[in-house]
């Protein structure tokens, strides 16, 4: 017990260091490159921070236990919004520019309704695997598109006096991309031993202690971000994982061991994340302000709590 709550330690002063690095690193990129750190944030920081999800469902898919796979994925994504989005817009309300984000944010609820359309049927193929990595790279492909326009538009107007150094920022993108991931397969090693000493079942684990911690870096790479003021970052981050676990973190996993799954994931863990993404939307788009407060964050951090109370309740 005592390793593994050094290691629980020790994985979270992992994540504060490479997320302070890894932000540094990609809003460095961002700048270097002229391109929007939003784009950025979607992209790069959305599918870095989104390796640990990769990694866990395709352990758990390889070992013929792709139930704790898609509970991941889903959980990670009403982690993302209930925890991560909830706790940044906590700690500072979070100032978004809603044209722009309108359209990524659209891109999410694709990625959503096109998993929920291939899973109506409680269970996940190959060809379903292969139908969703192909979503993600249609949907890649048009981020990328729109990216080279921004650019294209950003030349138009001044540069900035001292341009950022392109090799220096990626070699802080990727030494805090390591340091993260490496934090965060410590805090998770050590929070599974933990739970599993107490009794708490395999699918709970997946559900919340594995999903809540391979949302960690997501979490550090979003404070780090307010912390520099890069809200952009912080933003484009949240929508670019979520849509990478919609297709990616699922795509994969069942691709490499196809399996049917319970009812209840639909109608407990899809609805929840469903509902969790149409308030993420209504609060920004249609409540009047361009903003996420701190009165609703913690409406989404409540939100969150909930559901881990209704998981280990039932």
Not at 20 to 35: E, I, N, P, Q, Y
Request: with cysteine; net charge neutral.
């Amino acid at each position: 017990m005592l390793m593994a709550t050094l290691l629980v330690l020790g994985g979270l002063a992992l994540l504060v260091l490479g997320a302070d690095r890894f932000v540094s690193g990609a809003a460095g990129v961002a700048r270097a490159l002229g391109v929007s750190p939003l784009i950025i944030g979607l992209i790069v920081v959305g599918i870095a921070t989104s390796m640990p999800e990769v990694f866990v469902g395709g352990v758990a898919a390889w070992e013929g236990k792709t139930n704790i796979a898609i509970g991941n994925a889903l959980g990670s994504n009403i982690a993302n919004i209930g925890l991560v989005l909830g706790t940044t817009a906590l700690f500072a309300p979070l100032v978004v520019r809603s044209q722009t984000l309108r359209r990524e944010f659209l891109l999410m609820l694709a990625a959503m309704l096109v998993a929920l359309a291939l899973m109506f049927d409680l269970q996940l193929s190959r060809l379903d695997g292969l139908l969703l990595l192909g979503a993600l790279g249609l949907m890649l492909a048009w981020i990328v598109r729109q990216a080279r326009q921004d650019a294209a538009a950003v030349q138009d107007e001044a540069e900035p006096e001292q341009p950022p150094v392109l090799t220096k920022s990626i070699i802080f993108l990727l030494l805090g991309l390591l340091v993260l991931l490496g934090g965060a397969e410590l805090l998770v090693r050590g929070a599974v031993y933990i739970a599993r000493a107490f009794g708490v079942g395999d699918l709970i684990i997946g559900l919340t202690i594995v999903a809540i911690g391979t949302s960690l870096p997501e979490l550090a790479a979003s404070l780090a971000s307010i912390a520099k003021q890069e809200m952009d970052i912080a933003i484009g981050n949240i929508i670019g994982s979520n849509m990478f676990n919609m297709l990616m973190v699922l795509g994969i996993p069942c691709i490499i061991h196809p399996d049917s799954f319970g009812r209840d994931v639909l109608v407990r863990d899809f609805a929840v994340m469903g509902g969790l993404t149409l308030l993420m939307a209504w609060m920004v788009f249609y409540a009047g302000r361009d903003r996420y407060s701190r009165g609703e964050g913690a409406l989404l951090l409540l939100c969150f709590v909930g559901y881990q109370y209704l998981l280990f309740r039932g």
